[in-house]
């Protein structure tokens, strides 16, 4: 059964720190892993995703990482804001077909102070 | 990225009663949309799988007759809490499935009293 974890479970940063968010999962065989944002009492919105057969993306101030074989992605911030205060959640998806589901961390909550 | 929608975003009833929560892909068919709840301070869990046109698939543990699920199109799933209890209270997020990603909803804050 698979398992995700993320560390810390919470963060507090001064605003223009740069840092790093951690997701580990013990099965190896996943299809992809994506990161997700949550703002309190809102829904998800999806911030990257990491086919199994890449090693990162980017998007403006957010880098993700993975190395699938040793089971860790990393979620890298730079120039922190206000703004990115939120929930850090990683999922991994098993494989690709229509009803594989998503495994979640418990997220990491992020605030970033002015 | 695609859109999901949720209708309510919250709703408050009085136990015993039924709740359905709608889901609605809007820019795209998703023939696989997932159900998810979330207690405060921890992560999702999925409920259950719901393919279009087809009985949805529950997890463990979660009571397929009290969380009635139908995926009637390719653009809308419904979920329907029955006789509706405290301990259901919780958020409730959907998920439709567009290419290799999932999009989610904004989801539903369901408080029973």
């Known amino acids: 059964k698979q398992e995700v974890t993320q560390i810390p479970a919470a963060l507090s940063v001064p605003e223009g720190e740069n840092l790093v968010l951690n997701c580990s999962f013990t099965d190896s065989a996943i299809y992809n892993l994506q990161w997700f944002r949550q703002d309190p009492g809102k829904g998800l919105t999806s911030l990257l995703l990491?086919?199994?057969?890449?090693r990162e993306q980017t998007s403006g101030r957010l880098n993700a990482s993975l190395d699938k074989s040793s089971g860790r992605s990393t979620l890298y911030i730079a120039a922190s804001q206000p703004g990115d205060s939120a929930t850090y959640l990683c999922a991994v998806k098993r494989e690709e077909t229509s009803g594989s589901r998503l495994t979640f961390g418990e997220g990491t909550q992020l605030t970033v102070n002015p | 990225g695609a859109v999901v929608s949720q209708h309510p975003s919250w709703v408050i009833c009085k136990s015993g009663t039924s709740v359905k929560i709608e889901c609605r892909s809007l820019?795209?068919?998703?023939?696989?949309m997932f159900w998810y709840r979330q207690f405060p301070k921890q992560s999702l869990m999925l409920m259950a799988t719901?393919?279009?046109?087809?009985?949805?698939?529950?997890e463990q543990g979660v009571e397929k007759d009290k969380f009635l699920i139908n995926h009637a199109s390719l653009t809308l799933s419904t979920l329907t809490v029955t006789s509706a209890h405290p301990e259901d209270s919780s958020f409730y997020i959907c998920s439709g499935r567009a290419n290799y990603e999932q999009f989610f909803g904004p989801g539903t804050r369901l408080t029973v009293l």
């Open positions: 719901s393919n279009e046109g087809s009985k949805a698939t529950y």
């Open positions: 990491i086919q199994s057969s890449q």
């Open positions: 820019d795209f068919q998703a023939t696989t």
